[in-house]
């Protein structure tokens, strides 16, 4: 019998899968292992809100490929020893993974490319499964990676699009291999209340639901906060359960201005993914290096645990940091306004805003957070840097009868209209009739902050 094993890292899914599909060529049997390394852990990629999203991943995997009469194998310990042994026991002749783009991911297939040539074993790290074109593939003349986001796109539209992968009928498991219980969500503590459920079944719905119903408005409704009409999509992608190239084809073959403006935010993804495969720093540095002015001492941390806490006194602000909190994801237009207002109104480092979503981000990955986080705070690909969006022109345009304010600030429901927005400008009863804290920090004076601490930077 020859066999093959297959390593699951941010994959996980039957459908559209090309290493699965590659060990199925070239083995009679197949290992589908996911391993458990506690350096995922220590590297910071854990948080309780995607330990319980995985937990649900890795159950379902586990069932798409019982019904396909296989299993999951979980492993718990260090990825290249794991697989190293699974190997030796199976007398596999291959392994097959995606390539990853993080510094992390990218070490681990180096050690374990030498660890299983020793053992005469071949490794093959398959591109396009973690995103729709390979970091690299499209490179303007020059450099190793797209710094601005528009001709990356151009490019990026007419590459070829792999057509998406049937998920395979039948595969065999080689009998005698241990594994671990397939972990389960409820032994995961901390996690936000309304925390999405993960899995390739519940990500393919959501996909299938979403395009039916919601994608030809996408274009003039993506930015309205209230209506929440965009396809959470992202824990689906970030671990794998939906694969983008499929979302891409399937939106592209329904067409239109909606489809297209989807396929634009996915680019995002793949964008993001190839400047950090080409700077694996920028996940920590800043991608265009200047004078560091950001505020520190007990002030500035005052206000950064206003912020975590939603009560910045800014509505719009608190609301998006409470979805956060309790959702595990926030909209986009919201974390595009929670961290405008951290990095460039409270002027605190884009650091310590990244790292509180990637604690709670069910999406949170290195390469969209860290990136964006960059965009916003003016280090990263951002071509106007200095751009900073007034939280409360942004409330009134996004969310302009205040439904997302109060559905997320309770202490505010009983206002409407301009009032929901800037409930400072109100007094005495009136003042009196909600305990909401007044702002932080006046817009003006914040803005006069930035300009004078960017312009010496
Ligand atoms: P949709 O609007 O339906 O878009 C479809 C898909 O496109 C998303 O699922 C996502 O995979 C991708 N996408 C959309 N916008 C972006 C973008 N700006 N950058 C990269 N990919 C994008 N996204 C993450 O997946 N993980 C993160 O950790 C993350 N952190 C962010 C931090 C900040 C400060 C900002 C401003 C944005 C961040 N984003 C992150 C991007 C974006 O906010 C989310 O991908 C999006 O809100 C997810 O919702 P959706 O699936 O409904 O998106």
Redesign the pocket.
């Known amino acids: 019998m020859t066999v093959s094993v297959v390593l699951y890292t941010s994959d996980l899914r039957v459908h559209d899968h090309p290493p699965l599909r590659a060990a199925l060529e070239g083995a009679q049997e197949v290992v589908p292992v996911f391993v458990r390394d506690p350096a995922v852990d220590r590297a910071g990629f854990a948080a309780p809100n995607r330990l319980a999203f995985l937990a649900d991943c890795l159950a379902d995997l586990d069932r798409g490929l019982e019904d396909r009469g296989g299993r999951l194998v979980v492993r718990e310990g260090d990825t290249v020893s794991e697989v190293q042994g699974l190997v030796r026991q199976t007398e596999a002749d291959e392994v097959h993974m995606a390539a990853g783009v993080t510094a992390f991911a990218r070490a681990r297939e180096k050690r374990l490319r030498r660890v299983l040539e020793d053992d005469g074993c071949r490794l093959y790290v398959h591109d396009g499964v973690v995103t729709v074109v390979p970091p690299g593939d499209v490179l303007p003349h020059g450099s190793d990676h797209y710094a601005v986001f528009t001709p990356y796109y151009r490019r990026w539209t007419a590459e070829p699009l792999r057509t998406p992968l049937p998920a395979p009928r039948a595969l065999r498991v080689p009998s005698g291999v241990r594994s671990e219980r397939v972990p389960r969500r409820s032994t995961v503590t901390d996690v936000s209340p309304a925390l999405a459920v993960g899995g390739e079944r519940e990500g393919r719905q959501r996909l299938g639901r979403w395009l039916a119903e919601h994608i030809d408005t996408y274009e003039e409704r ?1 930015d309205d906060l209230a209506g929440d009409v ?5 824990p689906y ?2 671990f794998g359960a939906v694969s983008a190239t499929e979302a891409v084809y399937r939106a592209g073959r329904r067409g239109g201005a909606g489809a297209d403006a ?1 396929v634009r ?2 680019c ?2 793949d964008f ?1 993914h190839q400047v950090l495969a080409a700077r694996p720093e920028a996940a920590v540095a800043d991608y265009r290096p200047r004078q560091d002015f950001w505020r520190r001492g007990a002030d500035a941390e005052a206000d950064l645990a206003a912020w975590r806490e939603g009560r910045t006194g800014y509505p719009v602000v608190d609301a998006a940091m409470r979805q956060l909190a309790h959702e595990g994801w926030m ?2 237009r919201g ?2 306004i929670t ?1 405008s207002f951290l990095t460039k109104t409270l002027c605190i480092d884009w650091r310590e805003g990244a790292r509180h ?1 990637l604690d709670l ?1 069910v ?3 290195v390469a ?2 860290q990136l ?2 960059q965009w ?1 705070a003016g280090t990263g690909t951002d071509t106007r840097p200095y751009r900073v969006l007034n939280p409360v022109v942004q409330g009134k345009r996004y969310d302009p009868d205040g439904s997302y304010i109060r559905r997320w600030v309770p202490e505010l429901a009983g206002l409407d209209g301009p009032a929901v927005h800037e409930p400072w400008r109100l007094t005495g009863l009136d003042r009196a009739s909600f305990d909401y804290p007044d702002p932080l920090v006046g817009l003006s004076d914040a803005l006069a902050r930035f300009r004078q601490a960017s312009r010496t930077a």
């Open positions: 993506h965009t396809s959470r999509l992202s992608l970030h989807f935010q996915v995002w993804r993001h909209h986009n974390r595009l961290a979503f981000l999406d949170g990955d969209n957070n964006n986080w916003v």
